[in-house]
């Protein structure tokens, strides 16, 4: 054990771990060998891939868990920080944290305390629990974190520990507007933007200087070791993964693309060398925030042309899902781009040769297809591709809060309302989120239903919160009544880089 905390185990030392501890929580055994064989095979669960190898494993050691709650939260912060986590994880996972919270409390063990405000970020962040307990939760967490916000005189170990747990605290408010004043009020936080940008400086260690905090306080030590041999690369990887959410929230939330445009190339530079995923897409978002604010179709051109340079960029190092599916977005946009400035015959040539990667990600796949066939790249996207099964007829009495909701944010409207058939309304109706409501507008563009396009515009500028988004759906209703105008395709261009 103490090699391994040096290094990772390997895969038969941790199934051999792992073993020995399902057999061991049978049985009689202390706080302390509950400590060390949780420790051991908590690598188990950080190797899991699927959610249904993980709920055997976390069920199978709770007993040891009822001994060192401490170290059995280490095994439900990997549960929760999982891509796959399904409803039934999440749950078992929140339901233990809730469980064992007092005893966390009580430990004097502050290391265990971040963790535990990690797995509940984890899965708040990701809607992983019903919108019932959110309340519940965030209340927890900042209980939790109050306990570790160290004073400005304490050890700078202990500072460093508080500053991570709020790290993770705050990446919960800037990634919602629903959570934001929760978390705000909850946790007492002041302007979001101040107190991310306060939390990332404090996280900036010098390298080496992790060892040294380390050797001088054992709680923190007792962190080090549960992020195991990369503890400095983590640290850095939750400052860039900071910043990208700041960078979200200034593009997203508070409608600043120029902003959040800086944020995202500072979050690539700290991703580049450790994870090569998240530095493309930080890239890329980088490049799609200047698009964004691009005032004519020249400037939009010209800021979209970092999409190009991106794509030299987007031969994964590895084929696995963590980076194909950044390598997928990038030359999406990038294929959007050559086909938006006329380069066609670079971007056919293009398309034909990184078909498969694009397939990758479906959606991705069929509005990047879609668009380039407005440029005349390509065949498109077929109907079914787009809707996946028929649109359902519209329901009249939807039909009709439909129109009184845009009618009632844009008057203006209704000489375009009363010319929709109850195939179009059905189409706007229809979408669950962004991403179905742009194919299904895009796919109207191809086949040249000027107004079902201003109709997906209309309302999606009456049904998102977002400003930014509002502002280019309300564009393309403003600029596609002829849908080969240079502001057609401007607001087409900007709303698919969102």
């Not at 054990?1 to 399902?22: N, S």
Request: glycine letters at 6%; one cysteine or more; charged letters at 30%.
């Amino acid at each position: 054990m103490i090699k391994w905390r040096r290094r990772e185990p390997r895969l038969p030392e941790a199934d051999y771990a792992l073993r020995l501890a399902v057999m061991a929580a049978e049985a009689e055994v202390d706080e302390e060998t509950a400590d060390r064989l949780l420790y051991a095979a908590s690598s188990a669960v950080l190797r899991a891939e699927r959610p249904e190898d993980v709920m055997p494993i976390l069920a199978a050691l709770r007993p040891l868990g009822e001994k060192a709650p401490h170290r059995y939260v280490l095994l439900l912060t990997y549960a929760s920080a999982m891509a796959a986590l399904d409803q039934e994880t999440a749950q078992y996972v929140y339901d233990a944290l809730r469980q064992f919270k007092s005893r966390l409390l009580e430990t004097g063990r502050n290391w265990s305390l971040v963790e535990a405000v990690v797995a509940y970020a984890n899965l708040l962040k990701k809607y992983a629990i019903p919108a019932d307990s959110w309340e519940d939760a965030v209340a927890d967490m900042c209980q939790l974190y109050a306990a570790i916000a160290a004073p400005s005189r304490g050890s700078l170990a202990q500072r460093l520990l508080g500053a991570i747990a709020k790290a993770h605290v705050i990446t919960v408010a800037l990634s919602s507007n629903a959570l934001a004043p929760l978390v705000q009020r909850r946790c007492s936080l002041g302007d979001l933007v101040r107190e991310a940008e306060a939390v990332r400086d404090a996280l900036d260690i010098r390298p080496g200087e992790l060892r040294k905090i380390e050797k001088d306080d054992a709680d923190f030590a007792e962190l080090v070791a549960a992020w195991g041999a990369g503890a400095e690369k983590s640290l850095k990887a939750l400052r860039a993964m900071l910043t990208a959410e700041l960078a979200r929230h200034k593009l997203f939330r508070a409608g600043e693309p120029e902003d959040a445009a800086k944020e995202f190339e500072k979050a690539a530079e700290m991703y580049r060398g450790l994870e090569w995923g998240s530095y493309i897409a930080a890239r890329s978002w980088a490049v799609r925030a200047r698009v964004l604010a691009a005032g004519s179709w020249g400037e939009l051109l010209e800021r979209a042309e970092g999409f190009q340079k991106l794509c030299r960029e987007t031969e994964p190092p590895k084929p696995a899902a963590v980076y194909l599916a950044p390598a997928t977005y990038a030359l999406g946009d990038c294929l959007v781009y050559l086909a938006a400035s006329g380069d066609e015959k670079k971007a056919e040539k293009l398309l034909k040769e990184r078909r498969q990667l694009l397939e990758y990600v479906p959606w991705v796949s069929v509005t990047a297809r879609l668009m380039l066939r407005l440029f005349g790249v390509g065949e498109g996207a077929s109907r079914e591709e787009v809707v996946g099964a028929s649109v359902p007829d519209a329901d009249q009495e939807l039909v009709e809060r439909l129109k009184s909701e845009i009618e009632s944010k844009a008057p203006e409207a209704r000489p375009l309302l009363d010319r929709a058939d109850g195939k179009t309304l059905a189409e706007v109706l229809a979408p669950g989120d962004f991403r179905a409501q742009l194919a299904l507008m895009l796919l109207a563009a191809v086949e040249g239903r000027a107004d079902a396009v201003r109709l997906h515009g209309l309302w999606g500028f009456v049904a998102y919160g977002e400003p930014l988004l509002r502002q280019l759906f309300r564009a393309v209703y403003e600029n596609c009544g002829d849908l080969n105008s240079e502001g057609c395709r401007m607001a087409l261009l900007k709303l698919y880089y969102f």
